[in-house]
Protein backbone atom coordinates (compact mmCIF):
# COMPACT_ATOMS: atom_id res chain seq x y z
CA UNK A 1 0.00 0.00 0.00
CA UNK A 2 1.12 3.54 -0.89
CA UNK A 3 1.16 6.24 1.88
CA UNK A 4 1.56 9.86 1.64
CA UNK A 5 5.21 11.12 2.14
CA UNK A 6 4.63 10.99 6.51
CA UNK A 7 8.17 10.64 7.48
CA UNK A 8 9.60 13.57 9.38
CA UNK A 9 13.34 14.44 8.48
CA UNK A 10 14.21 13.55 12.40
CA UNK A 11 12.63 9.83 11.72
CA UNK A 12 14.91 10.30 8.37
CA UNK A 13 17.92 11.12 10.64
CA UNK A 14 17.22 8.04 12.94
CA UNK A 15 17.21 5.78 9.74
CA UNK A 16 20.21 7.17 8.59
CA UNK A 17 22.41 6.81 11.58
CA UNK A 18 20.58 3.41 12.12
CA UNK A 19 21.93 1.89 8.68
CA UNK A 20 25.75 3.13 9.32
CA UNK A 21 25.31 1.29 12.34
CA UNK A 22 23.92 -2.15 10.84
CA UNK A 23 26.32 -1.62 8.41
CA UNK A 24 29.18 -1.25 10.54
CA UNK A 25 27.99 -4.61 12.69
CA UNK A 26 27.82 -6.48 9.53
CA UNK A 27 30.98 -5.65 8.65
CA UNK A 28 32.66 -6.58 12.31
CA UNK A 29 30.96 -9.45 12.27
CA UNK A 30 31.95 -10.98 8.99
CA UNK A 31 35.68 -9.73 9.89
CA UNK A 32 35.47 -10.98 13.59
CA UNK A 33 34.27 -14.49 12.35
CA UNK A 34 36.65 -15.48 9.28
CA UNK A 35 39.14 -18.11 10.05
CA UNK A 36 41.28 -20.32 8.35
CA UNK A 37 40.84 -22.81 10.91
CA UNK A 38 39.19 -26.25 9.76
CA UNK A 39 35.79 -26.88 10.99
CA UNK A 40 36.47 -29.93 12.88
CA UNK A 41 32.85 -32.11 13.50
CA UNK A 42 31.30 -29.91 10.36
CA UNK A 43 29.24 -31.35 8.82
CA UNK A 44 27.56 -33.85 11.43
CA UNK A 45 27.62 -37.19 10.26
CA UNK A 46 23.90 -38.14 9.14
CA UNK A 47 22.46 -34.97 9.66
CA UNK A 48 21.75 -33.33 6.23
CA UNK A 49 22.49 -29.20 5.24
CA UNK A 50 19.44 -27.42 4.44
CA UNK A 51 19.23 -24.32 1.83
CA UNK A 52 16.32 -22.56 2.78
CA UNK A 53 14.45 -20.87 -0.17
CA UNK A 54 12.00 -18.38 0.30
CA UNK A 55 9.78 -18.53 -2.07
CA UNK A 56 7.83 -21.36 -4.45
CA UNK A 57 9.49 -23.74 -6.15
CA UNK A 58 10.40 -22.92 -9.95
CA UNK A 59 11.78 -19.56 -9.46
CA UNK A 60 15.04 -18.59 -10.48
CA UNK A 61 16.11 -18.70 -6.67
CA UNK A 62 14.96 -22.32 -6.70
CA UNK A 63 17.01 -23.15 -9.90
CA UNK A 64 19.68 -21.46 -8.38
CA UNK A 65 19.71 -23.18 -4.83
CA UNK A 66 19.19 -26.53 -6.55
CA UNK A 67 22.14 -26.05 -9.03
CA UNK A 68 24.25 -25.35 -5.79
CA UNK A 69 23.25 -28.30 -3.86
CA UNK A 70 24.17 -30.97 -6.24
CA UNK A 71 27.78 -29.57 -5.83
CA UNK A 72 27.55 -28.54 -2.75
CA UNK A 73 26.88 -32.07 -1.17
CA UNK A 74 30.00 -33.53 -2.51
CA UNK A 75 32.08 -30.83 -1.34
CA UNK A 76 31.22 -31.41 2.11
CA UNK A 77 30.63 -34.61 1.96
CA UNK A 78 27.17 -34.46 3.06
CA UNK A 79 23.83 -34.59 1.70
CA UNK A 80 21.99 -31.22 0.82
CA UNK A 81 18.55 -30.40 0.14
CA UNK A 82 16.80 -27.61 -0.33
CA UNK A 83 12.94 -26.18 1.39
CA UNK A 84 10.74 -23.81 -0.37
CA UNK A 85 9.13 -21.66 2.21
CA UNK A 86 7.77 -19.10 0.57
CA UNK A 87 5.08 -15.75 2.07
CA UNK A 88 5.61 -12.84 3.88
CA UNK A 89 7.41 -11.31 1.76
CA UNK A 90 10.46 -13.86 2.73
CA UNK A 91 10.17 -13.39 6.34
CA UNK A 92 8.60 -16.77 7.06
CA UNK A 93 11.59 -18.36 5.21
CA UNK A 94 13.77 -16.28 7.31
CA UNK A 95 12.47 -17.18 10.13
CA UNK A 96 13.32 -20.59 9.60
CA UNK A 97 16.51 -20.14 9.57
CA UNK A 98 16.82 -17.82 12.29
CA UNK A 99 15.22 -20.22 14.78
CA UNK A 100 17.51 -23.16 13.55
CA UNK A 101 20.74 -24.48 15.33
CA UNK A 102 23.95 -22.78 14.68
CA UNK A 103 25.55 -25.62 13.32
CA UNK A 104 26.20 -24.85 9.72
CA UNK A 105 23.50 -27.30 8.29
CA UNK A 106 20.83 -24.31 8.18
CA UNK A 107 21.50 -21.74 5.56
CA UNK A 108 18.92 -19.02 3.48
CA UNK A 109 19.30 -18.17 -0.06
CA UNK A 110 17.45 -15.20 -0.45
CA UNK A 111 17.26 -11.89 -2.50
CA UNK A 112 18.22 -8.68 -0.96
CA UNK A 113 15.12 -7.89 0.24
CA UNK A 114 15.24 -9.91 3.45
CA UNK A 115 17.62 -7.77 4.80
CA UNK A 116 18.14 -4.54 2.74
CA UNK A 117 14.67 -3.63 2.20
CA UNK A 118 12.62 -5.22 4.75
CA UNK A 119 13.50 -2.83 7.84
CA UNK A 120 12.20 0.10 5.84
CA UNK A 121 9.22 -1.53 4.74
CA UNK A 122 8.09 -3.17 7.85
CA UNK A 123 7.80 -0.79 11.07
CA UNK A 124 8.32 -4.41 13.34
CA UNK A 125 9.69 -7.74 11.90
CA UNK A 126 10.28 -10.72 14.12
CA UNK A 127 13.95 -10.73 13.15
CA UNK A 128 16.93 -8.81 13.46
CA UNK A 129 18.41 -8.02 10.13
CA UNK A 130 21.56 -7.79 11.78
CA UNK A 131 21.89 -9.66 14.35
CA UNK A 132 19.83 -12.77 13.54
CA UNK A 133 21.88 -13.62 10.15
CA UNK A 134 25.10 -14.38 9.73
CA UNK A 135 26.67 -13.68 6.31
CA UNK A 136 28.41 -15.96 4.34
CA UNK A 137 28.89 -14.65 0.70
CA UNK A 138 27.44 -12.61 -2.25
CA UNK A 139 25.94 -14.91 -4.59
CA UNK A 140 25.05 -12.78 -7.79
CA UNK A 141 23.99 -9.51 -9.06
CA UNK A 142 20.67 -9.85 -10.69
CA UNK A 143 18.68 -7.04 -12.62
CA UNK A 144 15.31 -7.34 -13.46
CA UNK A 145 13.84 -7.07 -16.71
CA UNK A 146 10.40 -5.07 -17.85
CA UNK A 147 8.31 -7.51 -19.45
CA UNK A 148 4.67 -6.91 -21.18
CA UNK A 149 1.86 -8.60 -22.44
CA UNK A 150 2.35 -9.89 -26.24
CA UNK A 151 -1.20 -8.76 -26.98
CA UNK A 152 -0.25 -5.34 -25.05
CA UNK A 153 0.31 -2.68 -28.14
CA UNK A 154 3.65 -1.56 -27.14
CA UNK A 155 6.81 -2.57 -28.09
CA UNK A 156 9.23 -0.31 -26.09
CA UNK A 157 9.14 1.84 -22.90
CA UNK A 158 8.08 4.85 -24.45
CA UNK A 159 4.94 3.23 -26.62
CA UNK A 160 4.29 1.66 -22.89
CA UNK A 161 4.40 5.08 -21.11
CA UNK A 162 2.03 6.66 -23.55
CA UNK A 163 -0.24 3.57 -23.69
CA UNK A 164 -0.72 3.64 -19.87
CA UNK A 165 -0.81 7.55 -19.51
CA UNK A 166 -3.97 6.89 -22.62
CA UNK A 167 -5.60 4.89 -20.13
CA UNK A 168 -5.01 5.76 -16.65
CA UNK A 169 -5.69 3.12 -13.77
CA UNK A 170 -6.50 0.26 -16.70
CA UNK A 171 -2.59 -1.45 -16.40
CA UNK A 172 -1.65 -3.62 -13.85
CA UNK A 173 1.82 -4.81 -13.04
CA UNK A 174 3.10 -7.40 -11.00
CA UNK A 175 5.55 -8.88 -8.46
CA UNK A 176 7.21 -11.84 -6.93
CA UNK A 177 6.80 -10.13 -3.64
CA UNK A 178 5.53 -6.93 -1.99
CA UNK A 179 8.30 -4.53 -1.22
CA UNK A 180 11.11 -6.37 -3.88
CA UNK A 181 12.76 -4.63 -6.28
CA UNK A 182 10.14 -5.80 -8.91
CA UNK A 183 7.59 -3.92 -7.11
CA UNK A 184 10.38 -0.99 -6.69
CA UNK A 185 10.93 -0.87 -10.22
CA UNK A 186 7.45 -0.58 -11.22
CA UNK A 187 6.78 2.03 -8.85
CA UNK A 188 10.06 3.95 -9.94
CA UNK A 189 8.25 3.73 -13.43
CA UNK A 190 5.39 4.79 -12.47
CA UNK A 191 6.65 7.86 -10.50
CA UNK A 192 9.23 9.29 -13.19
CA UNK A 193 6.60 8.33 -16.35
CA UNK A 194 4.02 10.21 -14.23
CA UNK A 195 1.35 7.14 -15.28
CA UNK A 196 -1.26 5.16 -13.07
CA UNK A 197 -0.94 1.62 -12.79
CA UNK A 198 -1.98 -0.30 -10.41
CA UNK A 199 0.53 -2.99 -8.51
CA UNK A 200 -0.65 -6.55 -7.64
CA UNK A 201 1.82 -8.58 -5.91
CA UNK A 202 2.41 -12.86 -5.61
CA UNK A 203 4.11 -15.13 -3.41
CA UNK A 204 6.57 -15.72 -5.86
CA UNK A 205 7.92 -15.65 -9.61
CA UNK A 206 6.17 -18.65 -10.43
CA UNK A 207 2.88 -17.32 -9.44
CA UNK A 208 3.73 -14.02 -10.99
CA UNK A 209 4.83 -15.56 -14.20
CA UNK A 210 1.34 -17.65 -14.38
CA UNK A 211 -0.26 -14.04 -13.91
CA UNK A 212 1.62 -12.02 -17.22
CA UNK A 213 0.65 -14.95 -19.29
CA UNK A 214 -2.76 -15.99 -18.75
CA UNK A 215 -3.31 -11.68 -19.03
CA UNK A 216 -3.91 -11.05 -15.13
CA UNK A 217 -0.93 -8.54 -15.67
CA UNK A 218 -0.27 -6.72 -18.59
CA UNK A 219 3.34 -5.85 -17.23
CA UNK A 220 5.93 -7.04 -14.72
CA UNK A 221 9.77 -6.63 -13.56
CA UNK A 222 10.83 -10.15 -13.38
CA UNK A 223 13.91 -12.29 -13.95
CA UNK A 224 15.21 -12.46 -17.20
CA UNK A 225 14.62 -16.80 -16.79
CA UNK A 226 11.34 -16.87 -16.29
CA UNK A 227 10.63 -13.79 -18.65
CA UNK A 228 12.33 -15.45 -21.80
CA UNK A 229 10.51 -18.60 -21.33
CA UNK A 230 7.27 -16.36 -21.94
CA UNK A 231 8.77 -14.79 -24.62
CA UNK A 232 9.61 -17.61 -26.15
CA UNK A 233 6.25 -19.29 -25.65
CA UNK A 234 4.97 -16.06 -27.51
CA UNK A 235 3.56 -15.03 -24.04
CA UNK A 236 5.39 -11.66 -23.60
CA UNK A 237 7.87 -8.59 -25.40
CA UNK A 238 10.95 -7.84 -23.11
CA UNK A 239 11.35 -3.99 -23.76
CA UNK A 240 14.19 -3.17 -21.32
CA UNK A 241 16.47 -4.51 -18.78
CA UNK A 242 16.74 -2.03 -15.02
CA UNK A 243 20.23 -1.58 -15.43
CA UNK A 244 23.09 0.69 -16.22
CA UNK A 245 24.54 -2.12 -18.64
CA UNK A 246 23.13 -4.95 -20.87
CA UNK A 247 23.09 -8.57 -20.04
CA UNK A 248 24.90 -10.80 -21.23
CA UNK A 249 22.69 -13.10 -21.40
CA UNK A 250 20.25 -10.86 -23.84
CA UNK A 251 22.63 -8.25 -25.14
CA UNK A 252 19.90 -7.08 -27.39
CA UNK A 253 17.52 -6.22 -24.63
CA UNK A 254 18.13 -1.69 -23.52
CA UNK A 255 18.65 -1.02 -20.57
CA UNK A 256 16.02 1.42 -18.47
CA UNK A 257 18.10 4.19 -19.60
CA UNK A 258 18.21 3.58 -23.22
CA UNK A 259 14.56 3.33 -23.49
CA UNK A 260 14.08 6.13 -22.10
CA UNK A 261 13.34 6.03 -18.38
CA UNK A 262 17.31 7.04 -16.49
CA UNK A 263 17.64 5.88 -13.37
CA UNK A 264 14.13 4.44 -12.90
CA UNK A 265 15.50 1.07 -11.48
CA UNK A 266 16.86 -0.60 -8.53
CA UNK A 267 19.03 -3.77 -8.68
CA UNK A 268 19.64 -6.29 -6.01
CA UNK A 269 20.69 -10.22 -5.57
CA UNK A 270 20.83 -13.33 -4.29
CA UNK A 271 22.82 -14.08 -0.84
CA UNK A 272 23.59 -17.06 1.27
CA UNK A 273 22.93 -16.37 5.21
CA UNK A 274 23.35 -18.61 7.98
CA UNK A 275 21.60 -18.17 11.27
CA UNK A 276 23.63 -16.33 14.30
CA UNK A 277 25.93 -17.22 15.78
CA UNK A 278 27.70 -19.70 13.22
CA UNK A 279 31.35 -20.49 14.52
CA UNK A 280 34.03 -18.81 12.83
CA UNK A 281 35.43 -22.14 11.58
CA UNK A 282 32.52 -23.25 9.69
CA UNK A 283 31.89 -19.80 8.01
CA UNK A 284 35.19 -20.42 6.44
CA UNK A 285 34.45 -23.72 5.35
CA UNK A 286 31.32 -22.49 4.20
CA UNK A 287 32.34 -19.69 2.19
CA UNK A 288 35.55 -21.27 0.78
CA UNK A 289 33.32 -24.37 -0.31
CA UNK A 290 30.38 -22.50 -1.98
CA UNK A 291 32.92 -19.60 -3.54
CA UNK A 292 34.42 -22.46 -5.49
CA UNK A 293 31.02 -24.38 -6.20
CA UNK A 294 29.81 -21.02 -7.64
CA UNK A 295 33.00 -20.53 -9.71
CA UNK A 296 32.49 -23.98 -11.90
CA UNK A 297 31.85 -23.68 -15.13
CA UNK A 298 28.39 -25.50 -15.54
CA UNK A 299 26.94 -23.35 -12.30
CA UNK A 300 28.03 -19.75 -13.61
CA UNK A 301 26.38 -20.98 -16.62
CA UNK A 302 23.20 -21.50 -14.77
CA UNK A 303 23.14 -18.32 -13.38
CA UNK A 304 24.48 -16.70 -16.75
CA UNK A 305 21.69 -18.55 -18.45
CA UNK A 306 19.02 -16.55 -15.61
CA UNK A 307 20.79 -13.23 -16.22
CA UNK A 308 22.90 -13.22 -13.28
CA UNK A 309 26.30 -12.29 -12.65
CA UNK A 310 28.16 -14.24 -10.42
CA UNK A 311 29.78 -12.40 -7.55
CA UNK A 312 30.82 -15.15 -5.09
CA UNK A 313 31.95 -12.80 -2.28
CA UNK A 314 33.64 -12.71 0.94
CA UNK A 315 31.27 -12.22 4.26
CA UNK A 316 33.17 -8.45 4.55
CA UNK A 317 32.61 -7.97 0.72
CA UNK A 318 28.73 -8.80 1.15
CA UNK A 319 28.90 -6.12 3.52
CA UNK A 320 29.85 -3.70 1.65
CA UNK A 321 27.01 -4.87 -1.09
CA UNK A 322 24.38 -4.75 1.49
CA UNK A 323 25.59 -1.46 3.00
CA UNK A 324 25.03 0.09 -0.83
CA UNK A 325 21.85 -2.01 -1.79
CA UNK A 326 20.07 -1.13 1.93
CA UNK A 327 20.62 2.84 1.42
CA UNK A 328 19.48 2.80 -2.00
CA UNK A 329 16.33 0.68 -1.67
CA UNK A 330 15.66 2.60 1.98
CA UNK A 331 15.52 5.71 0.33
CA UNK A 332 13.19 4.92 -2.66
CA UNK A 333 10.88 3.29 -0.39
CA UNK A 334 10.85 6.50 2.08
CA UNK A 335 10.32 8.71 -1.12
CA UNK A 336 7.64 6.61 -2.74
CA UNK A 337 5.94 5.68 0.89
CA UNK A 338 5.85 2.18 0.88
CA UNK A 339 4.62 0.52 3.86
CA UNK A 340 3.60 -3.14 4.68
CA UNK A 341 1.85 -2.90 8.11
Request: aromatic share 6%; with cysteine; hydrophobic share 40%.
Amino acid sequence: MLLQGDDSHKAEDIMIVSLRLITSAFAACACLQLSNASAQGFPIPGKPIRIVVPFPPGGTSDIHARHVASKLGPALGASVIVENKPGASTIIGAMAVVKAEPDGHTLLYTLSLTVASNPHLFSKLPYDPIRDFTPITYACNGPTVLAVSAGLPVNNVRELIEHARKNPGRLNFGSWSPGGTGQLNGELLKEFAGIDIVHVPYKGSADLVQALASGQVQMAFDGLFTARTLERAGKVKIVAIADDKRAVAAPEVPTMAEAGAPGAYVTGGYHFFGPANLPRAIIARLNAELVRVLRMQDINETYTSTGMEIVASTPEEQAVILRTQSERQGSIIRKLGIRLD
